[in-house]
């Protein structure tokens, strides 16, 4: 079956510093890939939409700058928080579709604690 | 924009009880919006649960089942009997057909299901 790893799954880093996660497909080919983020009390929201060959599209409060994604392959991708602060605790969720018309399978998530 | 509202957590009720949990939508820029009910099991990933793609029409999935209603905007979660391993966050999410390119998720629901 389809399915997607995150990794890791929790992670603590100093205030100011940088993390990187990663998302794997594993089943099927990651067309595009979908970054969400759940703040502490707040539901999960769009970062950005990764589609291989075609460039990767920002939600409004979330930059290339803040967030690099990477996606270079039909299995593979990344983000890194840089320079992270308080405010980007929370868990960050892939997803990942074969085409524009098939459901979203998403990982389990990366936990980030910023202290 | 478009959103998502749920019955605020948590949900607490008995094994071999009923549940509802209310899922209202607004949809300013999609005449007719996928919707969707995902669940999250402790430690484990965003799985979906059911989707409905039609108005009027009824999805189900694992004894839950949840009907599209144009009219009312609502796309409420039912179960007759709830099981302990029933004990799951459920998300309530809207897409926009046929480039589903962005899920809009609601805040979700804790439910416990005691023995």
């Known amino acids: 079956g389809a399915l997607v790893y995150q990794y890791p799954r929790r992670t603590i880093c100093k205030s100011g510093t940088s993390m990187r996660m990663e998302c794997q497909a594993v089943?099927?080919?990651?067309?595009?890939v979908a970054w969400y983020r759940q703040s502490p009390q707040k539901t999960f929201e769009l970062i950005a939409l990764s589609t291989v060959n075609s460039a990767i599209k920002y939600e409004q409060n979330f930059t290339q700058e803040k967030f690099p994604i990477s996606h270079p392959n039909l299995s593979f991708s990344s983000m890194t928080v840089l320079n992270a602060y308080l405010e980007d605790r929370g868990l960050y969720l892939c997803?990942?579709?074969?085409?524009?018309?098939?459901?979203?399978?998403f990982g389990s998530g990366t936990r980030l604690l910023v202290i | 924009g478009d959103s998502v509202t749920q019955t605020e957590g948590p949900v607490t009720v008995s094994e071999s009880e009923s549940l509802i949990i209310n899922c209202t939508y607004s949809a300013t820029s999609i005449a007719y919006p996928n919707l969707f009910w995902y669940v999250r099991y402790p430690g484990e990933g965003l799985q979906l649960l059911l989707k409905v793609i039609t108005a009027g029409q009824k999805g189900s999935s694992r004894g839950f089942e949840a009907t599209y209603n144009k009219e009312t905007t609502s796309f409420h979660l039912q179960k007759a009997s709830v099981q302990e391993s029933d004990s799951a966050v459920y998300y309530c999410?809207?897409?926009?057909?046929?480039?589903?390119?962005?899920?809009?998720f609601g805040t979700g629901t804790r439910l416990q299901v005691l023995p």
């Open positions: 999410a809207l897409g926009d057909p046929p480039n589903t390119n962005k899920v809009v």
């Open positions: 997803g990942a579709r074969v085409t524009a018309n098939s459901d979203y399978t």
């Open positions: 089943g099927f080919q990651a067309t595009s």
